[in-house]
């Protein structure tokens, strides 16, 4: 797929199959968001890459509860991808994000479905997110950036939407 018409045709998707994703395309994937650009290449964000049902499940639990719902956050998605920045560098958020653009972008080139979903800052704020971090041996300060749901999608592909008229104001 040519990255512009990547770009252009990717859309979030909330209704997963619970098919788990063969691991060379899932390792392409993550390999993508390993090369997103960082502020001054200090490549802050790190990702989790969530298969484990268990841990998947208590990551959504924990999700689920700062939002106020009971239901699953991640719509099904088998995948869960977990970027943390480094909260010691000033730009770990734009850094995470395009991350986060970055793995989007290949699960849709290697026909995988992906979402944005919010309050990893919170849940990895959170002691019980913490402890989670500990037990993966993860250390050092990480600011909860977002995670990337990602699966085989179920149903139909979601159209383009309308873009609104003024996106672009030109200078010339």
Not at 96 to 116: E, K, Y
Request: net charge negative; aromatic share 6%; charged share 30%.
């Amino acid at each position: 797929m040519e990255a512009l018409e990547n770009i252009r045709t990717r859309r979030s998707i909330r209704r997963f199959k619970e098919e788990m994703i063969p691991e060379d395309i899932l390792e392409r994937i993550i390999d993508a968001g390993t090369h997103a650009p960082t502020a001054m290449n200090r490549q802050s964000p790190i990702i989790i890459a969530v298969t484990n049902k268990e841990v998947r499940d208590r990551i959504s639990r924990l999700n689920a509860q700062i939002m106020g719902t009971s239901g699953d956050p991640f719509y099904k998605a088998p995948v869960i991808l977990v970027v943390l920045a480094d909260k010691s560098c000033a730009n770990r958020v734009y850094d995470g994000s395009l991350v986060m653009a970055n793995l989007m972008l290949a699960a849709h080139d290697q026909g995988i479905g992906s979402c944005w979903i919010h309050r990893a800052k919170e849940e990895f704020e959170s002691e019980e997110g913490k402890a989670l971090l500990r037990s993966l041996g993860i250390e050092g300060e990480y600011e909860g950036i977002g995670h990337c749901a990602l699966g085989y999608i179920d149903g139909e592909y979601p159209s383009e939407p309308q873009r609104k008229d003024n996106w672009v104001y030109y200078v010339k």
